[in-house]
């Protein structure tokens, strides 16, 4: 059987053994409550996904992708047309960014990256070039509701999300 947002609410209904409005409005908390648990506490649930692009001349800020929870790698291509020797950009602490690369003007190779509030990465030192970059990240998984009935975890670890929701009530 299949688990979707319908069938979740259901059965978290069933377990709960009540049927009054106040706890039946509160089960949309509790998904996502337990979906932001499971995110948390496990290092790759199935959601590594990759981004593929080009650094832009004279830009250092780049934003997150949607969805993004954790960085695992950024690297950057160089060597003649194809581009297939690939530099590791390293994550640093913004702090060592703006003390290592204190003006952002000045261009060259990117050796390091942070975060940048939480919808962007800092490259250090700003690229000069329109280098190929691709980053690995975890995502969150789309999150439940009667719109998106189904998600990663709904189609690969029902149990684990319905296991969740019963150790949060």
Same mark, same amino acid.
């Given at each position: 059987?299949?688990? *979707?947002? @319908?069938?979740?609410? =259901? +059965? ?8 009054? /409005? $106040? ?7 509790f998904i996502y409550q337990a ?6 506490? *496990?290092? @790759?649930?199935?959601? =590594? +996904? ?8 004279? /830009? $250092? ?109």
């Amino acid at each position: 059987m299949v688990m *979707t947002y @319908n069938s979740l609410v =259901e +059965q978290i209904t069933n377990y709960l053994n009540r049927t009054d /409005t $106040s706890t039946i409005n509160e089960i949309p908390k509790f998904i996502y409550q337990a979906e932001q648990k499971i995110c948390r506490e *496990t290092k @790759n649930i199935g959601l =590594e +996904q990759y981004v593929v692009s080009n650094f832009i001349p004279g /830009t $250092s800020v780049y934003p997150k992708p949607g969805r993004w929870r954790r960085n695992i790698t950024l690297n950057y291509g160089t060597g003649g047309g194809q581009n297939n020797f690939r530099n590791q950009i390293y994550l640093r602490k913004y702090e060592y960014i703006r003390s290592y690369w204190p003006d952002s003007t000045i261009l060259g190779p990117p050796l390091y990256y942070s975060d940048y509030a939480y919808t962007n990465f800092l490259v250090a030192p700003t690229p000069d070039q329109a280098y190929p970059f691709e980053l690995a990240y975890l995502e969150l998984p789309a999150l439940l509701t009667a719109a998106q009935q189904t998600n990663w975890i709904t189609n690969y670890a029902p149990d684990l999300l319905f296991y969740m929701l019963r150790i949060l009530n």
